[in-house]
């Protein structure tokens, strides 16, 4: 009897185990392209720290896309359970950010030369040499930007998740959106850390003796700023993207959009889908910045200083 009950509970956990395997399997499937946007992103936010500092930072970001998700998790549970209907309004708040941080990096580009973007790194620059107060203050900003972004893109990945196994027990939700969180983190920090060293490490290689480990490590020094630059607008695109999408699915009036413009494209109506996500992202983020800036006006105008 003891020995039929004990190979009835190995027998249940390894069918859980597969089942939650599977789950696990598709919402990782799901959230791909979720996790080359928060790649990309992270990537972004963490650089213009100093050499030295680069491994420090992204693990000050790890831990707090951590604590993210350890919110993130039990609150994406606790809606499931209790409001359900709250989803998709606080995923299109997220996506209104993002789309705002997205256009505030490009109103930033077009309403500052080259020349004042320059002088602005030159002044962070000479800060932080001059000062280490000044540099942990410029690392705190950068740390909570990416922390602050890294918590809209986890709630887009366990929302995501989420709906992979909303008709699963609780047992098999938990684990998975924990596994998933646990994955992700470590997925997305261990590759920012490998992309912002890989100048370094170029530079290790490019001083062997060995002409071909030379050649590579001296092709890895000259990548590697080429590569973070992708990043930064690669980075910015998925702003766009992520937060386009989230309000494109949010919004039952603009479902029409991409079938519309699909029938336009013709060959590459594949592509409808993004083009809708990226306009509308686009466009959200524009009015998001132009109300956030007459806010800012009318409140000083309101404390007189203006």
Not at 173 to 193: N, P
Not at 213 to 225: E, H
Request: glycine share 10%; charged share 15%.
């Amino acid at each position: 009897m003891a020995a039929s009950s004990l190979f009835a509970l190995i027998d249940d956990i390894a069918t859980l185990l597969d089942d939650v395997a599977l789950l696990s399997k598709a919402a990782a499937k799901q959230t791909t392209g979720v996790l080359g946007d928060d790649l990309a992103l992270n990537a972004q936010q963490v650089s213009g720290v100093a050499a030295e500092r680069e491994l420090p930072v992204v693990w000050a970001v790890a831990k707090g896309s951590a604590r993210n998700k350890a919110i993130l998790v039990p609150g994406a549970l606790a809606i499931s359970a209790w409001a359900p209907w709250a989803v998709t309004p606080l995923l299109m708040v997220g996506g209104t950010y993002l789309c705002f941080e997205g256009f505030e990096k490009i109103a930033h580009k077009l309403l500052h030369s080259a020349a004042e973007d320059a002088d602005e790194q030159q002044a962070l620059r000479s800060a932080a040499m001059a000062s280490e107060q000044d540099l942990l203050a410029f690392e705190r900003d950068k740390i909570k930007g990416a922390i602050r972004t890294d918590f809209v893109l986890s709630a887009e990945i366990i929302a995501i998740t989420l709906g992979t196994v909303a008709a699963a027990t609780f047992a098999k939700q938990l684990m998975v959106l924990s596994g998933i969180a646990v994955l992700m983190t470590i997925g997305v920090y261990g590759l920012v850390a490998a992309i912002v060293k890989l100048d370094d490490v170029g530079l290790f290689l490019s001083r062997s003796k060995k002409a071909m480990v030379r050649a590579l490590g001296l092709g890895m020094v000259s990548m590697a700023p080429g590569l973070m630059r992708t990043l930064t607008v690669v980075g910015t695109i998925a702003m766009f993207l992520v937060g386009g999408g989230i309000l494109n699915h949010g919004l039952p009036q603009l479902h029409g959009l991409a079938p519309a413009l699909a029938a336009q494209m013709g060959p590459a109506s594949a592509l409808a889908g993004l083009a809708v996500d990226g306009l509308v992202g686009l466009a959200a983020g524009a009015i998001a910045v132009a109300v956030f800036t007459l806010g800012q006006r009318l409140w000083r105008l309101a404390k007189g200083q203006v």
